[in-house]
């Protein structure tokens, strides 16, 4: 049995979203508002089904200093020593995140 394009589309776009909202979610939760508020907008695009929302979302992986992949989430001093386990899982579910989103994302992007 042959499963239909269009299925895998709305699967990874579904999966973009899930994963979008997350990650609003944890920016949120560790004082990275205007990330958060970025996330929100790629995911309101994505309901209007706005053409741009998929390279607004790409747009901010590419770059140098300052791009999305450079994002550190969480405070901390640091003073040499190990970075506190909270930080360290935070930015470890950020970078997976990252990652599906980045994914999904360039997968939709080809195919619609």
């Known amino acids: 049995m042959t499963v239909p394009a269009g299925a895998h589309v709305h699967d990874r776009l579904r999966e973009l979203k899930t994963?979008?909202?997350?990650?609003?979610?944890?920016l949120r939760q560790n004082d990275?508002?205007?990330?958060?508020?970025?996330?929100?907008?790629?995911?309101?695009g994505l309901e209007r089904r706005d053409a741009d929302a998929l390279e607004n979302l790409l747009g901010r992986y590419r770059g140098g200093m300052g791009s999305f992949n450079d994002l550190v989430v969480g405070e901390f001093s640091w003073s040499g020593g190990p970075v506190p386990a909270a930080v360290r899982r935070a930015n470890d579910r950020l970078n997976e995140l990252r990652d599906r989103c980045y994914s999904a994302a360039t997968y939709l992007r080809d195919r619609l």
């Open 19 to 26: 994963a979008l909202e997350e990650m609003e979610d944890l």
């Open 32 to 44: 990275a508002g205007n990330w958060a508020d970025w996330i929100r907008q790629v995911l309101e």
